[in-house]
């Protein structure tokens, strides 16, 4: 008998000629969360992946299982030969090395037959293992609709028990859709974003505007805390930096104050695109939400948008704070995106910044500019790191 971890995946997603590309991809990165474990086997067989556990090693498995993007679903499960009076013993096992753990009283047997040729079907299956347990255990009676625990029994090339489903992230494997570049501040929204867009199988590179020395080494320091946590899901990406002051101060001596955080905007999203060019990145990701701040009006996202050719993902454009709120905190990154660390925006932040920007108007201060030797100037400061994988 085996221990072993069944992993489910979306299976809309796998029909037609994608489907060994979208699994061999998951495989691949399921091997990869799982690399520093040891030698483990991971394979799949019949729609679904194994990996084979041991006692000892098996929920530190399934907490990096989870976090593979592709995964619906985890059971931590025994495998063995299908046999009728095996299945009913190690059901036996099962329940009452649950029954050590906590208090049950009722539960239910869920059979699932997938080899046709095996000669009972589902209910007749369910019903005899149910009246050996009956048997075998005094202290427990069954419950079709609320058993304190259900037991799964499936027959399919090898016959499975489990009694735990664990829910992964759903969406699909890292990389099947290209890569795109995520403009990370340290606020809640933009981790969020970039979480989001990966989660469709977007791999990720990330850029960071900073004010240095306005903005302190500490604020910097959180821009990468949250940039490993990302890497907790997506594996280890580079995160560029970028020295976006001399770009203020210019803007603050030539161009009208309330425009500061809109032209701000419109730099950082050219020099993004100049980067994800030069990355091979096919989109820019952004952490927006319609009306949050004065530079997310629609006006001031139009005006930001016309800044870029490449497509700009906007994952959070129509949610609420609240429920961005929720994912960080799902993700791990609220904590740290809290901590109060000065961002570049709030360097020269001005009083009554623009909401209804006029294109022509700030395209014409735009001309008061030197933008190329600007945008130039700051990628060629640009500092670059790999932010490693830290677990
Ligand atoms: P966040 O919580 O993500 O900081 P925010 O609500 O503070 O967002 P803005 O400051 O208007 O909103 O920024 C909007 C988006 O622009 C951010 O989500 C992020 O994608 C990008 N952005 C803002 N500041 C920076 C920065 N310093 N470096 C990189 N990207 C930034
Ligand atoms: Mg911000």
Request: hydrophobic residues 40%; glycine residues 6%; contains cysteine.
């Amino acid at each position: 008998m085996e221990k072993v971890i069944i992993i489910r995946y979306g299976e809309i997603m796998l029909k037609g000629l994608n489907k060994s590309y979208f699994e061999n991809k998951l495989v691949k990165h399921i091997r990869h969360a799982l690399s520093d474990l040891g030698k483990l086997k991971v394979y799949k067989e019949h729609s679904r992946i194994y990996v084979n556990v041991e006692e000892y090693n098996e929920n530190q498995i399934i907490e990096r299982i989870k976090r593979v993007f592709g995964v619906v679903s985890i059971s931590p499960a025994k495998r063995f030969p299908v046999d009728m009076e095996n299945i009913k013993k190690v059901v036996l096992g099962e329940l009452q090395d649950k029954l050590q753990k906590k208090v049950i009283k009722t539960f239910k047997i869920e059979s699932k037959r997938g080899d046709k040729k095996f000669p009972m079907k589902s209910p007749e299956i369910s019903r005899e293992i149910g009246g050996f347990v009956l048997e075998n255990i005094d202290s427990i009676s069954v419950d079709v609709h609320r058993p304190d625990i259900a037991i799964n029994v499936e027959i399919r090339n090898n016959a499975f028990v489990f009694s735990e489903k664990i829910n992964g992230f759903g969406g699909l494997p890292l990389g099947t859709n290209g890569k795109g570049l995520l403009l990370l501040s340290g606020g809640i929204d933009s981790p969020v974003a970039g979480w989001l867009v990966a989660k469709r199988g977007v791999a990720l590179e990330a850029i960071h505007f900073h004010s240095y020395p306005f903005t302190s080494e500490r604020a910097k320091e959180k821009v990468i805390d949250l940039a490993r946590m990302l890497a907790t899901y997506c594996g280890e990406f580079k995160l560029h930096s970028i020295n976006l002051l001399p770009i203020q101060k210019e803007i603050n001596e030539k161009c009208p104050e309330e425009e500061m955080t809109i032209l701000s905007r419109r730099f950082m999203m050219k020099i993004a695109e100049r980067i994800a060019l030069k990355s091979k990145c096919d989109a820019l990701i952004t952490g927006e939400s319609i009306g949050q701040v004065a530079s997310q009006t629609v006006n001031s996202l139009q005006v930001t948008n016309e800044a870029v050719n490449l497509p700009v993902f906007r994952p959070l454009i129509a949610m609420d704070k609240v429920d961005i709120i929720q994912i960080a905190k799902q993700i791990n990154t609220y904590e740290t995106s809290i901590l109060p660390f000065e961002d570049c925006c709030t360097v020269f932040l001005p009083k009554h910044p623009v909401t209804k920007p006029k294109l022509e108007k700030i395209l014409y201060s735009e001309t008061l500019l030197n933008v190329e030797a600007l945008i130039n100037e700051a990628i060629e400061n640009m500092d670059e790191e790999i932010i490693e994988l830290e677990i």
